[in-house]
């Protein structure tokens, strides 16, 4: 026994030895009984009063038995002696009890192998003492202050802080009542120790601080509150009102006391609904959180309903956001962390899940105004909230690609207002529509130019559009690979619905090459042809940007004007890359013709030298012999219906050519190109008397003009002075094509710096009618001189021109489709009708026309490449050696 009295002094007990004793039981002689060494768990510290405290540390006895082992044994003379001992230990009156000597007397009575009848008269005494003391207490606290009332449906005229403070002195009670039937159980289970080792263990009973703890549940905890009242309740469920009650508070602002809650918590999580106890049978687990969830689903869902009417959307993600780290915290420091994942679903469910298209539908705040502006720090949180529920974020996927694609509507509207406004014919004038002349006039020399810078314009507001959604993408949206993706089939979309992405995406390029790369660092370069590379990956009929493609860099090539060899042949390069090298093969045989031209056209004029007798001024002759396979000729359709007439001296030197490469290459055949090639004249303008001083000069320019100007102002050579053709007369004598004629002579005739022609009447358009002299008063303060054609570069395509490419480019499809279909088939050697077309489609490098396929498989079978099998329930076809 341990005493201390006066000013808190302790004296030591006397140690016991922690060996187990060899005792004899007297029923047995000559054998050991069982071991009765205190457990190191059961040690309980106590403290009450101010001069009196009182401290147990209960080990075994040297020697607990009898000293005379027949000696009878008196129940309930030893009963009362531990009854009275229990009576002081929940009395807090410890000072008078010797711990040994009641340790003894319940292991006497285990001994003498009455352990059951002390097992219940425990359960009996400490069940009376909850009853008539504890629930008392308990009891008359809530009656006499309104708490049942004040906790579950509260008192009108109540205040917040009336409320709170009658729950925490609620809560103080029932955590004071749990702490000290805990310290109380604690003393008398280890006085009661070899009780639950021997009886309870052979007998399968659950230990005496088991029994009292479910004890306190079913008559203290679970007791009921004035059952004759208009409200029964239980003073679980009181308590689980109130800190519910408090929780509510502090999500609405309000201080609490959380360390009181965490304690009343821990009294649910220390009992069970069973005497097994069942870590899943937790009072906690099976009755408040149950409450807890409940209640904050309904706080929650009300909350997010007023969220919706009054505020905007990136106040309801940060709200959202705020709320999920508050219960993360509350569950850390208030109630349980084995709460923390289910309140983490719910708040995610009525917070995230079931508002969280009405907050990116938001108007004026929702996920578009996000986007237009730039939020990224709440694109941030509508990516992490929405992850939290959905892996694939499909909401957003949808919502951000319908964004885009509204987005890529309007460039494209744009680009289609501007090229409808630019391209409008000129065929009325004055309000008044006219008829259209013979030889129709071309469109103001700068709508073409317009209409490029429209194309270009597209581009460019495309390539910005794709900048900011993908700068979005990495830094609001984690980089996701299905944001990505979203994003991908988005830009394909509306750049597909455009029918001039292709021809817009290779003037785009052409452009660059042309001019736009210089004085451009490396770096700057590779982003271009970078940007350029994104937008070709998303053009499905990847035939129709080849052949435009072809067309733009003939004319940089042909024309000496791209900016650089090196860059040209990395952009194939990257083609090749991302497209495969069956899309560059022509492009690279372009330029293998380029190189091939160079060293015929030093062999040719090697050969002119050997030739030349200086009889008569020699012509330079420069040429590129195309292969007809790799270059766009069908698009150079000025010479595919007539050919230009030269002057004698340039069918001279046609002639001459024309031996010597045929010479060296038997079985050829050359069609000359004049639209595409340029010259370099020496022209000589005579003195003009009674002029201005420039003018009384004689003066001479080297000019440049395009090959059909050049056969045109050669035929001034002998023409006297003063005498004209009219527009019929020079495309009689010169067969040039009339487009290409009224181009070359608005140049020649209209434009202010290199009018080498007078027109009469002068205007911009050419009529049939019109008259042309050559203009002996032209000067000009360069030596040097460069014609330009009107319209002669890459420009727009009318609809007109378009319609044709078109045409042209499904009648290539219809062979690529055939070769296909024989290639497929020529290894299956059988096929069903649907397979048939999957596989056809899956090789091609555009999206054909289903009725396409079926009219190029009705071709092979006419010629009897292909069968119907009949004996099939399916349509399938044979393949025919």
Not at 562 to 570: F, Y
Not at 602 to 612: E, I, M, N, P, S
Not at 615 to 639: A, C, G, K, Q, Y
Request: contains cysteine; glycine residues 4%.
């Amino acid at each position: 026994m341990l005493t201390g009295r006066g000013k808190g002094r302790i004296r030591p007990p006397r140690r016991v030895s922690d060996k187990a004793s060899a005792l004899v039981d007297i029923d047995k002689p000559n054998t050991t009984l069982h071991d009765v060494t205190m457990s190191p768990r059961r040690r309980r510290w106590c403290g009450w009063g101010v001069g009196d405290m009182c401290a147990s540390s209960m080990h075994s006895p040297r020697s607990v038995g009898l000293t005379n082992p027949t000696e009878n044994v008196d129940f309930d003379t030893i009963w009362k002696e531990l009854q009275m001992s229990f009576i002081e230990i929940h009395t807090k009156d410890v000072s008078k009890i010797s711990f040994e000597e009641q340790y003894r007397n319940a292991y006497k009575l285990v001994l003498k192998k009455m352990g059951d009848r002390l097992y219940e008269c425990v359960k009996t005494f400490e069940e009376a003492w909850l009853k008539d003391e504890v629930k008392t207490k308990i009891q008359s606290l809530l009656l006499g202050g309104n708490l049942i009332s004040a906790a579950t449906v509260g008192i009108r005229g109540m205040s917040m802080n009336e409320k709170r403070v009658a729950g925490e002195k609620y809560m103080k009670e029932m955590k004071a009542a749990w702490e000290d039937h805990r310290l109380c159980m604690g003393m008398i289970t280890d006085v009661l120790m070899y009780l639950d080792r021997v009886y309870c263990t052979e007998n399968k009973k659950p230990s005496i601080f088991t029994a009292t703890m479910c004890q306190f549940r079913d008559h203290v905890l679970r007791s009921h509150v004035a059952p004759d009242g208009p409200e029964p309740t239980t003073i679980e469920n009181i308590l689980i009102s109130v800190i519910l009650e408090q929780i509510q508070m502090e999500r609405e602002g309000d201080i609490i006391d959380k360390t009181l809650i965490r304690s009343c918590i821990y009294m649910f999580e220390g009992l069970y609904e069973t005497e097994y106890e069942d870590e899943n049978e937790k009072i906690y687990l099976t009755s408040f959180e149950l409450e807890f969830l409940n209640a904050s689903r309904q706080f929650y869902q009300s909350e997010g309903e007023s969220l919706l009417r009054n505020s905007d959307a990136g106040t309801y993600l940060r709200h959202t956001e705020s709320r999920l780290r508050e219960e993360q915290d509350r569950c850390r420091s208030t109630i349980s962390p084995l709460t923390a994942t289910k309140i983490k679903e719910v708040v995610e469910e009525e917070l995230i899940k079931q508002n969280i298209r009405d907050v990116i539908e938001m108007e004026g705040s929702g996920l578009n105004f996000m986007l237009d502006n730039d939020r990224l720090e709440d694109l941030r949180l509508a990516y992490n909230l929405v992850s939290r529920i959905d892996p694939k974020k499909a909401e957003l996927q949808k919502a951000l690609q319908k964004r885009v694609v509204q987005m890529g509507a309007e460039i494209n509207k744009a680009a289609k207002t501007a090229v409808t406004a630019v391209a409008q014919p000129n065929e009325k004038e004055n309000g008044k529509e006219v008829a259209a002349p013979a030889a129709k006039a071309a469109p103001p020399p700068n709508a073409a130019a317009l209409q490029s810078i429209a194309a270009i314009r597209w581009v460019d507001d495309v390539l910005r559009l794709k900048d900011k959604y993908d700068n979005i993408w990495a830094k609001a949206f984690q980089q996701d690979h299905g944001l990505q993706t979203a994003l991908n089939r988005s830009f394909q979309e509306f750049i597909n619905e455009f029918q001039r992405s292709s021809e817009y995406i290779s003037l785009f390029i052409d452009e660059n090459l042309k001019r736009g790369l210089k004085d451009k660092t490396e770096n700057e370069v590779d982003a271009v042809l970078e940007k350029a590379i994104v937008l070709l990956r998303y053009i499905q009929d990847k035939d129709m940007f080849e052949r435009y493609y072809k067309k733009h860099l003939s004319r940089r090539l042909l024309m000496g004007k791209s900016v650089g060899g090196d860059v040209e042949k990395q952009m194939i390069s990257r083609m090749k890359l991302e497209l495969g090298n069956h899309f560059t093969q022509k492009l690279e045989g372009m330029f293998k013709d380029i190189a091939l031209s160079g060293e015929l056209t030093t062999a040719y004029k090697g050969h002119v030298r050997q030739l030349d007798d200086g009889s008569r001024e020699r012509i330079e002759l420069s040429m590129s012999v195309l292969t007809n396979t790799f270059w766009p000729v069908e698009s150079w359709d000025s010479t595919a219906k007539a050919t230009c007439i030269f002057p004698p001296d340039i069918e001279r030197i046609k002639a001459g050519f024309e031996n010597f490469y045929l010479g060296k290459h038997t079985g050829r055949r050359l069609t000359w190109q004049p639209n595409m090639g340029t010259a370099d004249i020496r022209a000589t303008f005579p003195k003009v008397q009674g002029k201005d001083a420039a003018l009384a000069r004689e003066r001479r320019h080297e000019i440049n003009v395009s090959t059909y100007a050049m056969v045109v102002l050669l035929l001034f050579n002998n023409l006297p002075a003063g005498a004209s053709y009219t527009f019929e007369e020079l495309q009689t004598k010169t067969n040039i094509p009339p487009n290409d004629l009224i181009r070359n002579l608005q140049s020649l005739a209209v434009a202010p710096k290199t009018r080498l022609l007078i027109k009469e009447p002068m205007s911009k358009d050419i009529k049939p009618t019109d008259r042309f002299y050559f203009n002996e008063n032209f000067s000009s303060k360069f030596l040097k001189l460069k014609v330009g054609v009107v319209a002669n570069g890459n420009k727009v395509e009318s609809e007109k021109e378009r319609k044709q490419t078109e045409k042209r480019n499904d009648e290539m499809r219809g062979g690529i489709i055939e070769a296909a279909v024989v290639r497929i088939m020529k290894e299956r050697k059988e096929l069903p009708h649907q397979q048939l077309y999957s596989e056809v489609i899956s090789q091609l490098r555009f999206t054909p026309d289903i009725n396409m396929i079926k009219k190029r498989i009705e071709s092979l079978i006419e010629r009897e490449y292909l069968e119907r099998v009949e004996d099939k329930s399916r349509p399938a076809y044979r393949y025919l050696a």
